[in-house]
């Protein structure tokens, strides 16, 4: 083989090798990492620095790799941290547990950039404040501080998370812990769909209805135990065309049970507004929730039949109308009721509120007083489970249901 030749062939294994390598970084899956952000590393360790953990729920929190330790998430594509989840394991009965972290929260965790969900719920933080530097967390879509013992007025940096979209936030007693004296920071929640501020005191507040009508997007609003005392007639401009789940139930609105703005949402699927003193007849707007699939009315002050239009509510499956003063036989009840549904009558007991929406753990059963005037209470079991479109009515109904 001569000079030329030679060089030729050197040329040649060069290009290959130069493409070979070319080829293998292109293909190369850009979704692997070998660990997380050193920087968020750090912000973790941190965090961790300041937490109490007596039953070392943290004990993974070692290495090199976060993306690793328990609770954490980090994106396949980036590395960086997008979830921290440090619920306690013992949430059903986080009341005297061990398995449970307290302390104090870093403000490391602003140095998660990218952080997207946020789940502290079922903890025990001794009563301390909600930081305020949560509202610096710009990214967060899905944050979780119920049942933790937060304590003090929940600070209106909130309203900073643009991106929030469920927020839940009940407390364990709303005489003693979280509260409010001004919402309006709600309002900048704009892509906000779940909202749960249970039994956070929210007592001096008259503008709440106005607030919450400010989120187009909200599908679930829990309001349990607050001490709210307004409930307005009705809404000028009604702007909660998504919304499914209402519970204002625990309340103190001590007026008629109609007018109220809630009959407007044909939306709903689900209202709880049991134990709130309301008052008089049993509305014949609730003929005009077609969509309605569970309704608690139990423990206020109501009076006579349910009207007869109630046959409008084809996709009704749960029925709560204990400790009201119903007049007339249960025969003639079941007859105002869906025909179509066989029924089952419940005993009058205590009933928990619907499920939280998220996260998967139930809430706690509500403690109420007895009172003296007993009611009916029915479960209604349906033939069909798929959802319905129920007849139009005379009377302006919401849109068609989604079949």
């Known amino acids: 083989m001569d000079m030329l030749q030679l060089i030729s062939c050197i040329h040649i294994t060069i290009a290959l090798l130069l493409f070979t390598q070319a080829k293998s970084s292109i293909e190369a899956p850009k979704e692997t990492t070998t ?98 530097f949560f509202g610096s967390l710009r990214n967060l879509e899905h944050l979780d501080l119920s049942l933790s013992y937060f304590s003090g007025m929940i600070p209106p940096h909130l309203g900073n998370l643009s991106n929030l979209r469920y927020f839940i936030l009940d407390s364990v007693d709303s005489s003693n812990y979280i509260y409010s004296t001004d919402i309006t920071w709600l309002s900048r929640l704009s892509s906000l769909e779940h909202l749960d501020m249970s039994s956070v005191n929210l007592g001096s507040i008259q503008n709440w209805v106005t607030v919450v009508n400010m989120l187009p997007s909200l599908k679930s609003l829990r309001l349990f135990r607050c001490q709210l005392s307004s409930s307005p007639d009705s809404i000028l401009h009604l702007n909660l065309s998504s919304i499914e789940t209402l519970d204002i139930s625990g309340n103190q609105f001590r007026k008629p049970i109609t007018p109220n703005w809630f009959w407007e949402l044909t939306s709903l699927r689900h209202l709880a507004i049991s134990d709130n003193e309301f008052s008089g007849p049993f509305p014949d707007e609730i003929g005009n929730m077609t969509s309605m699939v569970k309704i608690d009315l139990s423990f206020n002050n109501l009076v006579g039949m349910i009207p007869s239009n109630m046959q409008n509510l084809c996709n009704l499956e749960e029925l709560l109308l204990a400790y009201n003063n119903i007049d007339g036989s249960i025969a003639e009840l079941f007859q105002r009721l869906p025909r179509s549904l066989p029924i089952v009558p419940s005993k009058n007991r205590e009933k928990p509120p619907f499920a939280r929406v998220p996260p998967p753990d139930p809430p706690l059963h509500r403690r109420r007083t007895s009172r003296s005037t007993a009611g009916l209470s029915a479960r209604i079991r349906p033939v069909q489970r798929r959802y319905r479109t129920c007849p139009s009515v005379a009377t302006t109904a919401g849109p068609p249901s989604p079949s």
Do not use: M
Not at 63 to 68: A, F, L, S, W
Not at 83 to 100: A, I, Q, T, W, Y
């Open 35 to 132: 660990g997380c952000i050193a920087d968020e590393r750090i912000a973790l360790l941190a965090l961790r620095a300041g937490l109490s953990d007596p039953s070392n729920l943290l004990s993974s929190w070692n290495g090199g790799d976060c993306c690793r330790w328990k609770g954490v998430r980090c994106s396949n594509s980036t590395g960086h941290v997008v979830e921290l989840d440090l619920h306690s394991p013992d949430c059903r009965n986080n009341f005297g547990s061990k398995l449970v972290l307290g302390g104090i929260i870093s403000s490391s965790l602003v140095d998660l950039h990218h952080l997207q969900h946020l789940n502290l719920s079922c903890n025990d933080f001794g009563g301390a404040q909600i930081p305020e």
